[in-house]
């Protein structure tokens, strides 16, 4: 059929075309509105380092002057920088790499434990969760870095536009910082209808302002040949290696392209960038490059410097609105990683609200939005200017990109079969450009560059204490459960008092009654009619079908027990699976339906294989979590916690 369309297609040239149908005008209507979407979630990190990247690179720290050979040389890193890291490696490759659509360092780590075997298991499977986990921590620290910096250097063109207005700048930053979070219990489902028109905003008028400079000198888009690269480091040696660290800053934001693949998919965010993104990018960096040759004096605002004095006020506008959309995605992106973070159980619980009643990822946290707010604050006065706290970025990003590749080799060694000769030689390519833009930023450490740092050590630290307590003090609580079988016919024998009801025992393991029961029925010497041991567990994939989410075996004397299963990226709802068991022909009526759930108070003086300190860590944070019942949405007057001292 093909062949015979192309040859009549062929044979008649002037013949008239089909009319695209209904469906294809709606998918291409879609397509146009989630590229459209994507600009304001997955874009405005990346889309915001125009104003910080080129300044970055002349600061005099690097001694580099404005002169034709260097602006050349540092636009041809950028723009290979934008080319090779964001397009080839991320658009081209990374976002192949799906776990059911869902991207992202934790999906990707996820995907990865899912093989059953890695070569050398017991070395290599924790030493890749151990990567995984700090690749996922440096996100938080780029998290606290990024708004300020963005706010920051958008609330800087005051210094331009009025430079009698100078001192303003730190604290209308601290000001717009403060109210973005304190806005985040409301939601920002409505926010988010505005954010891809404010950021299409914003990349029309970087496209314009830098493509103004460029038709005054378009001998700037020479510096498009590699060549200039090279020649920069051959002029500038171990100063011009330095200066990568500065033009990372160009390529921040390339794993969020990745981490939002699930919520618009491949293409929509594919075409955003090829066909908008990247464009105005380039033509934004090489205005700037243009005024530095014309300007030298422009380095210390090369950004706000490519508009007219009329239209800087407009400019600080739109810019401050751009880094409030980058810095909401950045928020947004924290909320969805704490809770996968918490399905997968590393980290504890902690509240989450949901803001929209449509859409399910709308989610806010409390505790995480209250520490993103405190850390941002503390960046601004401590560094005090866009400039200095630049110094701090770059580390974080980096490390994650190279976890991200190393990552990407078991993947494609393992679910594409490729050879190691092929992805050794991908990944190595990769993973080389990576840890050079890392080394170069290592020398920030002492500048400021420990606190990402600092913040990745303490969440690992977190999230590895958390998941291990959780592994120990599940072995111990199934120790100490009774085999089911054994329950049950002691249940036979004795024949307890049932009173009329259900009642639901949460218990993580499968086999075994768990101890919340057999200290109900020790205290209580009653039993429900009807029994159900529930749960829940988290599979290591975003979502589980529906037709795949419960299995129920039933069990002599009223008992049942029920498996529920959930994705990383999904919440589990108590009282809906209850509900689903209504319909598989239990009773659980919910007026006479009461949830027991344990509550163990954790005692750090047994001989479990941990350290001292860690587990005294472990016992703070199991004191401190949210409630199971609050947790999993019980309904709080039917709800009966019983306490057991454990000690680990």
Partial sequence: MSGLTASAATAAPHARRPRPTAHGTERGRRLLTLSLTALGVVYGDIGTSPLYAIRECFKPAYGLRPDVPTVYGVLSLIAWALIVVVSVKYIVFIMRLDNRGEGGILALLALVLRFRRLHGERAVRPAVIALGLFGAALLYGDGVITPSISVLSAIEGLEVATPALAHLVVPLTLVILFLLFHVQKYGTARLGGVFGPVMVVWFVTIAVLGTVEILRAPRILLALNPWYALRFF??????GFLVLGAVVLAVTGAEALYADMGHF?????????????????LLNYFGQG?????????VQHPFYLLAPGVFLYPLLVIATLATIVASQALISGAFS?????????FCPRLPIVHTSRVQVGQIYMPDVNAALMVGCLL???????SGALGAAYGIAVTGTMAVTSMLFYIIARRRWRWSRLLAGSLVGAFLAIDLV?????????EHGGWVPLVIAGGIFLVMTTWNRGVRIVSGILSEAAMPLDRFLAEVERTRPP????????????????????????????????????????????????DDERIEVERLPDGFHRVKASYGFMERPHVQEIVARCRDLGMRAEPEDTTYYVGRPQLLPVGTARMMRWRKWLFAFMQRNAGSAADFFGLPPNRVVELGARIEF
């Fill in 437 to 445: 833009f890392l080394a170069a930023n290592l020398v920030k450490i």
């Fill in 379 to 385: 960046l601004v006065l401590g560094f005090r200017s």
């Fill in 498 to 545: 049932r009173v009329p009801g259900t009642a639901v025992f949460l218990t993580a393991g499968l086999e075994g009654a768990p101890l919340v029961l057999i200290r109900h029925l020790r205290l209580n010497k009653a039993l429900q009619e009807e029994i159900i041991l529930l749960s829940i567990l988290t599979e290591e994939v975003p979502e589980v079908r």
């Fill in 337 to 345: 990683l704490t809770q996968q973070c918490m399905q997968l159980r």
């Fill in 265 to 281: 998919g491949r293409r929509p965010i594919r075409l955003a960038w090829l066909g908008f993104v990247l464009p105005a990018l």
């Fill in 290 to 298: 243009a005024i530095l040759l014309r300007v030298p004096g422009a």
């Fill in 234 to 239: 051959l002029d500038h040696g171990w100063g």
